[in-house]
């Protein structure tokens, strides 16, 4: 690793190649996803690590102040992005992001990538984590599980691997009368409608108008997004909206309205978001989000069955770890701030017919 190099990059086009030429580059990584929650109060770093003149890890970080205290995190989501079965090559990539913790009197560094728990590879990553003072996080930003389907078959393969009911759903769809049509800029507001609708119907918490016409709309401005709507007799049922990146889809966002649920619209809207995927040189598609438990006492069960019925293998990752730079903050801001956290909610939603839900359905 000692021509390893590290150093910062301040060009978009450069870092897409970059992300493009390593394995498995997630959306939460990209360019466009750092320029978002710059515009939600947090600031981006984009580093990238190479090798004779080959990328071989990149990390966008995020950096944000914990209210008013004097204090700040710093947060890689889905990342870094790197060969994990490297083990020397992540060494050297978590020495960098610890410096760069203690250099930015961060009170610690978060990450969370996909990395395979009931893996060899996984099982490795996590102990180089321990060895070096990394730490479970208590808070998973993000699911810590997900769905991917293989997108590699062809289509009839793939509708042959669902569960007969999806399958069938997906035909009664199409028979009773249910389009689906790609959406657009001019749909934003037709989207959040829908979305505020299933929030209210299945309770759980949204963020305003403002925060989803920037996520939505920048990457559909980007061409990294496309919303699906499904209609019937030009009445809109319910969507989708795909995040787009290499060669995976995700499926991120949805939401479907009490009319015409009958007709099974959504089994039809998951099956042209597959098609549209695969079109588009997709190989897999992440269903995003998993329970941690299989369990039917589980908020997200129902979600994960339907997920499931289209073929999709549920996929458990090692979750997040924190590097601490200073153990007693540390536990203090992890044993402090949940219920500081959780007064915040109940003073915000006291008087609604709300409660939280622990996820809401998309990143963070």
């Known amino acids: 690793m000692a021509d390893l190099r590290e150093r910062a990059?301040?060009?978009?086009?450069?870092?897409?190649?970059?992300?493009?030429?390593?394995?498995?580059?997630?959306?939460?990584?990209?360019?466009?996803?750092?320029?978002?929650?710059?515009?939600?109060g947090w600031r981006a770093a984009h580093r990238l690590w190479e090798e004779g003149g080959t990328v071989r890890a990149a990390a966008l970080v995020l950096t944000r102040r914990i209210g008013r205290l004097p204090a700040q995190v710093l947060y890689a989501p889905k990342g870094p992005v790197l060969d994990y079965g490297d083990l020397p090559l992540l060494a050297r990539v978590l020495t960098d992001l610890e410096g760069l913790a203690r250099r930015e009197r961060a009170l610690f560094v978060k990450i969370d990538p996909d990395v395979k728990a009931d893996s060899p590879q996984g099982e490795h990553v996590v102990e180089l984590l321990r060895r070096r003072g990394w730490r479970p996080s208590p808070e998973q930003v993000q699911f810590r599980n997900t769905l991917l389907l293989d997108l590699t078959p062809e289509p009839e393969e793939i509708l042959a691997r669902m569960k007969s009911k999806w399958r069938y759903n997906v035909r009664l769809a199409g028979r009773r009368g249910v389009r689906v049509r790609t959406g657009g800029l001019e749909d934003?507001?037709?989207?959040?409608r829908m979305y505020r609708e299933t929030s209210r119907r299945d309770r759980f918490v949204i963020r305003p108008k403002s925060y989803y016409r920037d996520a939505w709309g920048s990457f559909i401005k980007a061409g990294m997004a496309q919303p699906l709507i499904a209609e019937v007799e030009g009445?809109?049922?319910a969507m989708v909206i795909l995040f787009h990146f290499g060669r995976r889809a995700w499926y991120m966002y949805g939401a479907s309205r009490a009319l015409h649920r009958e007709r099974m619209p959504n089994h039809l809207l998951q099956w042209e978001a597959i098609r549209w995927a695969r079109a588009r040189g997709c190989t897999v598609y992440d269903l995003w989000g998993a329970p941690d438990a299989l369990d039917e006492s589980d908020p997200m069960w129902g979600v994960y069955r339907f997920k499931q019925g289209f073929g999709a293998r549920l996929v458990r990752h090692i979750g997040a770890y924190d590097y601490p730079t200073s153990r007693p903050f540390y536990w203090l801001y992890t044993a402090a701030a949940p219920r500081l956290l959780a007064l915040m909610r109940w003073r915000h939603w006291r008087g609604q017919d709300v409660r939280a839900a622990s996820e809401e359905g998309g990143p963070k």
Request: net charge neutral; hydrophobic share 40%.
């Open 235 to 237: 009445e809109p049922v």
């Open 188 to 192: 934003l507001p037709l989207l959040y």
């Open 9 to 40: 990059v301040s060009n978009p086009r450069e870092w897409r190649q970059a992300l493009e030429a390593l394995p498995t580059p997630h959306i939460l990584q990209t360019w466009e996803w750092g320029a978002f929650k710059e515009r939600r």
